[in-house]
């Protein structure tokens, strides 16, 4: 079979390929020349069967010979440009390796350099130290020289400056404030007096220190207006913070009064004279009252528990109870102090240590310095050493521990006392077991005892129990064992210890709890807080008392009505006038200005709610108070 003109010619074997390449190419024949030895030429349209096997052939011979020389010449190429990759490579390897052995030389020269500028340093420090060493013992004898030379002359000048400020406090005579004349107040001017109230208004009055006692005068023709009753129990200090100058403060236990000078010379002279007032009322005494002054209402006349008209003192009255006329801590005889919270009397050394404990533990009061509500005073009779001591000291004799004697140390005593009332260690045996009976005592005859035991309940519990039957020993078993004053009981409408005492209208033992911490804002599962129930239950002494402990008389129950409006429903004529007067308090104290009737009003209404609370009962509620 022929081929056709337009067929690929086979492939040549390898080496055929070869040798071709290595043959000359024989030169083409010319048909011009004679000799004729080339094949004749073909006419066109002639085919490979037509013309033989020669005129086929003739076509693909000549690509053949093309295709070897194009890969000769990529074939160079690609050797020349891998040879030139190559001996680059070899010159980036010999520069890294060159670089490498660099480095190591070059960071051991640093190194060497380093150390070699360390040792140069420390040997020239150490050398510089060691030339200055006679210099500096020298240096410190100086040193202490001078330090001695500097405290002598400190000190020379404190006693020259003494010296001097007495002088000129002597010397000196400023306007507004006088030294005192024979008979005279010791100290009286014109002051600047910063209000109590939210305002912090200033006001300008006349002065004077009188009787152990510091007082002012509003007009001429007014009474005196003490500020502090006692000055055994003030100190005073300079303000130096606030924003006026030459301003100084008295401090009590129970309030502080400021006050501003015209001048800082007139600032020292009050200071130097209540200083001096201070230690004059601890040597000579108490407060005396001025000719033709009364002594302040309240601070021993308030009547005894037993409503005697002619009244006696508190100090008499809670030193009849058993075991109240010595310290309940050493025993010490004729205790002047006493726990509020707890019931019982102090010496002033135990007084001291109970102070320090805070009033989360004990409040302490004076009985003959302090003014003392008639319901706080039945608190304390109530109570009393021997009563709180049973619960407190139950477990002395049983764990063998001393009791500090009359006239011990100050460390002693606060031993004791913390180990008693802060560590708790001799509380009685488990919660809720009748105390030991109560000695009786001279007086009226005492209420009946209990018809139950109190059952063996957790504290708060306990509490709540106590507070229902108004048996303030057990209450005070309690709070000794950790009960919350403020504990509620889920299962009857989230009611409170307080509003237990409120629905047995027990004055006592509500002012118990508000004295160990309870809320007076204390609201049940209806919103009613102790003041709404005593509205509610027509107790005109107990809202009284709420009212006097800071009750909120805007607080709405659940039903969104005030104690006001309560009273008002109810026709309760006292208590809606005790709501108005706090209401008009209220007002005045935003505006500035102070109601004596307010304060008179309540006064009233407690020693009537303590002494006669007959006279408080409603048609409806005939039950005592106490």
């Known amino acids: 079979m022929g081929q056709s003109h337009g067929s690929i010619p086979p492939p040549c074997p390898p080496g055929a390929a070869g040798q071709h390449r290595g043959r000359p190419k024989p030169p083409h024949p010319n048909p011009a020349q004679g000799g004729g030895a080339g094949p004749a030429p073909r006419p066109p349209g002639v085919g490979a069967g037509g013309g033989g096997p020669a005129g086929g052939a003739a076509a693909p011979r000549g690509g053949a010979a093309e295709a070897p020389l194009e890969a000769r010449e990529a074939e160079a190429a690609v050797g020349g440009a891998r040879g030139a990759a190559r001996a680059r490579g070899l010159d980036y390897v010999l520069q890294l390796n060159v670089i490498q052995e660099r480095k190591k030389t070059e960071l051991l020269h640093f190194v060497l350099a380093l150390l070699e500028a360390q040792a140069t340093f420390f040997s020239q420090g150490h050398h510089r130290a060691t030339s200055t060493q006679q210099y500096r013992g020298q240096l410190g004898v100086q040193l202490d020289r001078m330090e001695l030379e500097g ?44 209000a109590s109230n939210a305002f912090r208004t200033w006001s300008r009055r006349w002065f004077c220190i009188q009787s152990n006692q510091l007082v002012y005068i509003k007009r001429a023709r007014d009474p005196p207006t003490v500020v502090m009753e006692d000055l055994r129990l003030c100190t005073a200090k300079s303000c130096p913070d606030l924003e006026r100058r030459f301003c100084f403060e008295v401090l009590s236990p129970s309030k502080s009064c400021v006050l501003q000078a015209d001048s800082a010379a007139q600032q020292r002279l009050w200071l130097g004279a209540v200083q001096s007032a201070i230690a004059c009322a601890f040597t000579g005494g108490g407060p005396q009252s001025a000719p033709g002054q009364q002594p302040p209402e309240g601070l021993d006349a308030v009547p005894g528990p037993e409503g005697d008209p002619s009244g006696c003192s508190v100090l008499e009255t809670v030193l009849r109870v058993p075991g109240n006329r010595s310290c309940c801590e050493c025993r010490e005889p004729g205790p002047a102090w006493a726990s509020v919270n707890l019931g019982i009397t102090l010496c002033i050394q135990c007084s001291g240590i109970h102070r320090s404990l805070g009033v989360h533990f004990s409040k302490v009061r004076s009985l003959t310095l302090d003014s003392w509500e008639p319901e706080l005073v039945k608190v304390m009779c109530e109570l009393g050493n021997s009563t709180l001591n049973r619960i407190y000291e139950a477990r002395v004799e049983e764990m063998g521990v001393k009791r500090p004697p009359p006239g011990c140390s100050r460390a002693q005593r606060e031993e004791w006392i913390r180990a008693k009332y802060v560590h708790r ?6 919660l809720g077991a009748p105390l030991r009976p109560r000695p009786p005592r001279p007086g009226p005859a005492p209420a009946p005892p209990e018809a139950e035991p109190p059952p063996c309940l957790h504290p708060g519990a306990l509490l709540y129990w106590a507070a229902q039957r108004r048996c303030l020993p057990t209450m005070a078993e309690a709070i000794a064992h950790g009960a919350d004053p403020g504990w509620a009981n889920g ?9 237990q005492a409120v629905a047995a209208n027990s004055l006592l033992a509500s002012e118990f709890l508000l004295q160990n911490g309870a809320n007076v804002n204390q609201s049940d599962g209806k919103g009613r807080g102790p003041l709404h129930h005593a509205t509610l239950r027509g107790h005109t002494g107990l809202a009284c008392l709420f009212l006097k402990r800071g009750a909120d008389i805007n607080a709405v129950d659940a039903e969104g009505k005030d104690p006001l409006s309560i009273a008002i429903d109810l026709a309760n004529a006292d208590i809606v006038t005790l709501l108005r007067l706090a209401k008009m308090k209220e007002m005045d104290v935003a505006q500035g200005q102070t109601d004596a009737t307010f304060l008179d009003v309540f006064r009233d209404i407690s020693l009537m709610a303590s002494d006669h609370p007959e006279k408080l009962a409603r048609p409806h509620s005939k039950r005592s108070t106490l």
């Open 425 to 430: 260690k001799f509380l009685p045996r488990p």
């Open 151 to 194: 405290a002598r002359k400190q000190r020379d000048m404190e006693q020259r400056h003494a010296v001097l400020r007495q002088q000129d406090l002597s010397q000196e005579a400023v306007g507004g404030a006088t030294e005192a004349a024979p008979g005279a107040p010791p100290m009286q001017g014109y002051l600047y007096k910063r």
């Open 491 to 499: 299962a009857e409408g989230n009611s409170t210890p307080l509003l």
